[in-house]
T-cell receptor, first 114, second 117 residues
């Protein structure tokens, strides 16, 4: 069974631009969560999608948004990029998003904002 | 809000020696507890998890962890480390909404494990 895939793996943008990251979950998984990983703040939860609906959201500004498609693939968008948005963005999929189900993480997208 | 503390930022262990990585959490009830490992350029891989029952849980790659409610701890152990164990280790807690779903995992800042030959 293929794992979680994220595209692109690396991205360089400049301040003020916007970016879209993509995540394809494991086949059969309906929940997709997004996390931001930075050296200073560590791993922080962004949001979780289940059946095309955002079910939970972390403490991030509205510039961070996402969506999920009917095939469970998910995208996250960051508008008006700031230098502090430089991070590794990790996507995780699970069967239904319940805490007792393992979350499988993708390799991440490394975003650099110049 | 729940929080997770991993007090050791770096730990250096000789190959073949035993390992213990510390994790303390702050949460009103018993949370779901996890240990993940991250190798350079990789995503996170689940080593083990605790939800209820036996407080000593076994995981992959020879790791185990013990949940101690009185100390709010969930320390990770391995009796003999291998050079391939060098990586970043994260402790995490989560809890479920009664209506389903989860609020995302809360992670500790991680412990960087260095293996000396």
């Amino acid at each position: 069974k293929a794992g979680v895939t994220q595209t692109p793996r690396y991205l360089i943008k400049t301040r003020g631009q916007q970016v879209t990251l993509s995540c394809s979950p494991i086949s059969g998984h309906r929940s997709v969560s997004w996390y931001q990983q930075t050296p200073g703040q560590g791993l922080q939860f962004l949001f979780e999608y289940f059946s095309e609906t955002q079910r939970n959201k972390g403490n991030f500004p509205g510039r961070f948004s996402g969506r999920q498609f009917s095939n469970s693939r998910s995208e996250m968008n960051v508008s008006t990029l700031e230098l502090g948005d430089s991070a590794l963005y990790l996507c995780a999929s699970s069967l239904d998003g319940n805490s007792y189900n393992e979350q499988f993480f993708g390799p991440g997208t490394r975003l650099t904002v110049l | 809000a729940q929080s997770v503390t991993q007090p050791d930022i770096h730990i250096t262990v000789s190959e073949g020696a035993s390992l213990e990585l510390r994790c303390n959490y702050s949460y009103g009830a018993t949370p779901y507890l996890f240990w993940y490992v991250q190798s350079p350029g990789q995503g996170l891989q689940l080593l083990l998890k605790y939800f209820s029952g036996d407080t000593l849980v076994q995981g992959i790659k020879g790791f185990e962890a013990e949940f101690k409610r009185s100390q709010s701890s969930f320390n990770l152990r391995k009796p003999s480390v291998h050079w391939s164990d060098a990586a970043e280790y994260f402790c995490a807690v989560g809890f479920a909404y009664s209506g389903g779903g989860a609020d995302g995992l809360t992670f500790g800042k991680g412990t960087h494990l260095i293996i000396q030959p």
